[in-house]
């Protein structure tokens, strides 16, 4: 079996996170996306959304390629840009609704809040 053929992510809808490997396959829609974190096991992968959490292998990287609204802010997390309630820049968090919050990297919090500023920017012109 080709390597491509195991990572296929072929998104029926644009507005869904459509995974596929040969351990596991779903889809989320966007909108329920909060971020993706790593865990202890190498690869394993958890993602938090609004309503549930999904546990999978994969590569961050891959991940925050996917696109233009995932962003890896911090080695151990990417984000939904479209999710973010507001970022804490003292305490470097990432805050969304429920009470759920992530880090963020001193390196990379300048270009988190660029690139979801953007992002709203284009969502809402004003």
Known sequence: MLLAD?????????DLFSFENKYTSFQI????????ET?????????IAKSRTFEF?????E?????ERLFRCHRAFVVNLANIRSIDKKNRIVLFDHGLSCSVSRRLQKE???????????????
Do not use: C, G, W
Request: glycine share 0%; aromatic share 12%.
């Open 39 to 47: 865990m202890e096991i190498a690869h394993k992968i958890r993602l």
């Open 57 to 61: 292998y994969a590569e961050m990287n």
């Open 6 to 14: 195991e990572r296929r992510t072929v998104p029926v809808s644009s």
């Open 112 to 126: 988190t809040i660029e690139k979801m500023e953007s992002l709203r920017q284009r969502e809402f012109p004003n």
């Open 29 to 36: 829609p966007f909108s329920e996306i909060l971020y993706f």
């Open 63 to 67: 991940i925050a390629e996917y696109d």
